[in-house]
C-alpha cells in the first residue's frame, strides 16, 4: 500500500458524512436528528474526527458550534468530492 492508500484506508469514511452533517448544521443535535442516530453517537463520531485531524473542528458558541479555520478547510475540499459520490450513487444504485 502506499501512503495514501494507508491513509484512506485508516478512516472510516461514515465520520466524514458526520462531518459534514454537522458542518452544515451547525449543531450536534440537528446533526444527530438529520442523520437519523442518537446525539452520543455524533459526539462519539467527533471525538474520532478530532483525533485523526489533530484540531477540536468545532466550537460551542451560544446554542450551536463554530467551525475552526481547519474544519472549514476540510470542509470546503470534502464538499465537491461528497457531491461527486452522492451523484455517482444515485445513478447506479436503485
Known amino acids: 500500500m502506499t501512503i495514501r492508500e ?7 469514511l461514515n465520520l466524514l458524512v458526520v462531518f459534514m452533517c ?3 448544521e451547525q449543531s450536534i443535535t440537528l446533526a444527530a436528528k438529520s442523520l437519523g442516530v442518537t446525539q452520543p453517537a455524533v459526539s462519539n463520531s467527533l471525538v474520532k474526527l478530532r483525533d485523526k485531524f489533530n484540531d477540536p473542528l468545532f ?7 463554530v467551525a475552526t479555520p481547519k474544519a472549514k478547510k476540510i ?4 464538499c465537491p468530492a461528497m457531491r461527486l459520490i452522492t451523484a455517482t450513487l444515485a445513478s447506479n444504485f436503485r
Open 6 to 12: 494507508d491513509t484512506f484506508a485508516s478512516i472510516d
Open 22 to 24: 454537522i458542518y452544515k
Open 59 to 65: 466550537t460551542r458558541s451560544g446554542r450551536g458550534i
Open 75 to 78: 470542509a470546503s475540499e470534502l
